[in-house]
């Protein structure tokens, strides 16, 4: 007998059909030569700091660093049943060889050969590798089996990537939560993450807005614009100048230009549009994607290519065509510009399996639906001719100042007819101003006169930064530090595409970062960690440094324990650098007694002496140890005009000073008015004042 073992059962029931290992047993299938069984997940982990030791029980610095000579593992209760059968599967009798079918990845090799090493067995491992659930997939990926032992550098990069997270992990998380007095959870890719997202929070508060002014002249069929300039008097002077005079075309400057169409998805480029597109969080869509994986619609989805190799022409072609003619499009589908062997390592791009062609996918869960449709149409877009367009830049010249305009003419729609089309379908249509919808200028030339035009100013204010969607942030994760990153690095950025989204969700279930609609927005807590925290601990280098040794350990040209030694030198340096707080961050957490370590809402910043003002269920105070600012909710001046101090109102009056109502209650005439409300504080006491518009006053 053959013992095949799966990641999840979802997977082994799809195997065990094409084997036709159909017999139902407690904990695995079976048939014919077959035995299938599943883990879930991560069967077997690393164990918690106390099994080192009683000392460990206790959070104490005295007790740091925690550096295990050897590692031990555990197996939560939920879990012991299904390892029991694993164990005697894999050491039954008639059974003489085992089939790693978990998914092909370095998660998928840990998660194998912990539970192997865990059921003491010793029996003939063959790996199994493929990239599609497919019937055809399966049945040939079994034909190409391969020595486990092929893969025992991957296994051992796996490894050294847990237990190396795991080391910094808690240690650093006891050490800054020794020091300061709170939970502090510090971890290797987390903590970056959430530097980028304080820093971010940080552009966002800090920014003024200015105003600026463009001059511009309407010539009938178009507008054309001068320079903006931020004093308004300096713009009126040349709108003056311009206004009822001749505009005369000086130049005109014609390019044909291209589009390539897109590449194909790799997981962060998915869960980054389906954000954008149906705002998707990065695990909501990896939840989708997975289960698209084990309905045998989509391919592997946990990859970081975005190619394909040369011996999928053939079934990409078949599929494109089809989906061509489902979508009503006429070209000749272009499959070659998607082959890069070189660009493939252990997986390609994420594409539908032949199995969207005989299935009806509007039976699927919306979710589901949302991403397979996606992944059709990024594909049907990746081998689509390109886009061709033609831009015209003028040049005009009115009252002795110069004006340009710009505009665009479409030659070939291309694959933006599809991208078009398909966004269009939506039901929440996103934003497409993307500098392709340039208007279309009339036929200018040289000496071109329009007669006495009209001239005026456009008035603008410079625009904050936008705070981080899961979308940018996924963008800014992968490319974070690429630039002190060799070339040749096969992995750049923060984690990796499968982690990105754990990444985020952990630093949302720790309290360090919320969710306002789509923007991650980091809270107080989140904001005093990343204070405190020394700079190489929040660093993107830290993680590009490890990820580019963990590849020298999957090559075989760096050892596991060379790795893991150099991981014990910095955590031993990390716990001698630090054995007290800096003294500017003494009382971060100390806020009113019980620290700033709840997961507590930033609102604003303090008006009296700067520090953060967060939530309570009583009202708004702020975080500072010595100073007394606070925003009661029960508060008789709103009480009395029926209106309630929420969040978003005193976020209004700490960041704007006022915040304006159209309907405020009158106690003395029982009528309602409009006004805004004034915060005024004098570093004492807080009042409020109304404010009525021009030529209104209370009823």
Known sequence: MKLIVTEKPS??????????????????????????????????????????????????????????????????????????VLRSLMNRADVDSIVNACDAGREGELIFRLVYQQTRCTKTVHRLWISSLEDTTVREGFTKLRPGADFDNLYHAALCRAQADYTVGINATRLFSCIYGATLNVGRVQSPTLALIVGREAAVR?????????????????????????????????????????????????????????????????????????????????????????????????VDSRYLTSDMRGSVTELAEWLQKEDGSNFTPDVDRLINDKAVTDHHAIIPTPGVMKTDTASLPSGECDVLNLIACRLLCAVAPVHVYETTAAVLECGDHKYTTKGKTVITDGWRAIDTAYKASLKNKPDTDDGENAAVLPELYEGLTYRSVTAAIREG???????????????AMESTGADDIPDDAERKGLGTPATRAATIEKLIKSGFVERQKKNLVPTAKGINLISVLPEDIKSPMLTAEWEQKLMLVQKGELTDTAFMDGIALLTRG??????????????????????????????????????????????????????????????????????????????????????????????????????????????????????????????
């Open 206 to 302: 800090s920014f003024v807005s200015e105003p600026f002014y463009t001059p511009e002249i309407d010539c009938a069929d178009f507008t054309a614009y001068g320079e903006r300039h931020t004093d308004f008097e300096d713009a009126d002077a040349i709108r003056s100048a311009s206004d009822g005079r001749d505009a005369v075309v000086l130049s005109v400057e014609k390019q044909t230009n291209t589009t390539a169409p897109p590449k194909l998805f790799d997981l962060t480029a998915l869960q980054r549009d389906a954000n954008r597109l149906f705002g998707y969080t990065a695990q909501q869509t990896l939840d989708y994607a997975q289960s698209l994986y084990e309905k045998k619609l989509i391919t592997y989805p946990r």
């Open 574 to 699: 990390l716990v001698e650098a630090h054995r007290a707080p800096a003294p500017e961050y003494a009382d971060l957490f100390a806020a009113s007694g019980k620290g700033v370590t709840n997961g507590d809402t930033l609102v604003g910043t303090c008006p009296r002496c700067g520090s953060p003002v967060t939530e309570s269920s009583k009202g708004f105070f702020c975080s500072g140890r010595a100073c007394r600012f606070a925003l009661w909710k029960d508060n008789r001046f709103f009480g009395a005009k029926k209106i309630k101090l929420d969040k978003k109102t005193a976020a209004a009056l700490l960041t704007e000073g006022r915040v304006f109502f159209s309907v405020l209650h009158s106690e003395k005439t029982g009528k309602t008015y409009a006004a805004a409300v004034l915060l005024e504080d004098d570093g004492e006491k807080t009042n409020f004042k109304l404010e009525f518009e021009k030529g209104r006053d209370k009823k």
């Open 461 to 475: 204010k410079t625009s904050p930064p936008k705070q981080y969607t899961e979308d940018t942030l996924l963008s």
């Open 11 to 84: 997977v082994a029931r799809s195997i065990g059909l094409v084997l036709n290992a159909k017999q139902r047993k407690d904990g695995f299938l079976q048939g014919g030569e077959w035995l299938v069984t599943w883990c879930y997940g991560h069967l077997v982990e690393l164990a918690p700091a106390d099994a080192y030791g009683e000392q460990y029980k206790r959070w104490s610095y005295d007790t740091l660093p925690i550096l295990p000579d050897e590692w031990k593992y555990r197996t939560s209760e939920g879990k012991k049943k299904q390892l029991d």
